[in-house]
């Protein structure tokens, strides 16, 4: 029977290695990062030669004899199903990072709203983010399944072990399959917590030094960041991005507005018993607008008179 290393000096049988595989397919399921046939995740078994899913599957309903064996060309070498369709994108991170064994492929809602919306996750704001993500890129939209898929990784491949597909979804990559599974819960959980402050109204960053002092950490823990050189010094940092910007652009008009060091409730105006008796007695058809211009008139009138 084949073993494989899976973590360091661990070893692992080919037939274990499988049913991880397809537990790593249920648990993605289950979160619901993958629906109906989506989703694909390979781990390299050598120099030459990746398991990887089948395409036409639920990744929820995956069992060992159902996975793939393919060459580092993508030529299927063994498996009683076709090889997915997207392997060559899998191949070309493999071919570009010596110390990557799994990849992971799939279409996490919060993440894949920013993929489709084309903003990248802004960095300086969440710890967890920051320590086992780093930042966050966005490729280029490819049609899936398309040669050129993997291309678009190329500006990120060696700096990144997190990918937004630029309207597609996201690709997660690591030395084993379940660190690069971590890496798709975190950032989805990432991208639903940046949506559910946005609709607070606020996102309060990270400064400088706090950012300095965990990337410090960071490399304190044996993590690499492209952000920070061999020799430990931090460069290319920002903080800003489109994100937010716009959530600083809508502040106030969503129902919040700034106070002190954050936001509050905007006063709301209560209408006069006039506007109530008005809006009642109005047809269904007039708006807002032509409801407030009836006030106005009738108020001038009563004005008028009293003077």
Known sequence: MAYQKLNGSDRISEWKLKDLMCDIGRRIWLKGFCAGN??????????????????????????????????????????KRARTSEILMHLFIYKNRPDVRAVIHSHPPHATAFAVSGLELPTCIHPEAEVFLGRVPMAKYVTPGDTRLGETLAPFVKDANTVLLGNHGAVCFDKDLESAYYK?????????????????????????????????????????????????????????SDFLARVGGEVATKGRMCVGGGTGPVESKQPSAMEKAVEALTPENYGEQDIEQLVQVITDQIMATAQ
């Open 184 to 240: 798709l819960e975190i950032v989805d959980a990432y991208a639903r917590i940046l949506l559910l402050a946005k609709q607070l109204g606020y996102v309060q960053t990270l400064s400088p030094v706090e950012m300095n002092e965990l990337l410090a950490l960071k490399s304190k823990f044996g993590m690499t960041d492209a952000r920070v050189t061999p020799d430990g010094k931090i460069h290319g940092l920002t903080c800003g």
């Open 38 to 79: 989506e989703g694909n995740h390979s781990y390299r078994l050598s120099e030459d030669r990746i398991l990887c899913t089948p395409t036409g599957i639920s990744k929820g309903q995956l069992k060992p004899d159902d996975l793939c064996v393919v060459d580092l060309e993508g030529k299927q070498v063994s498996g």
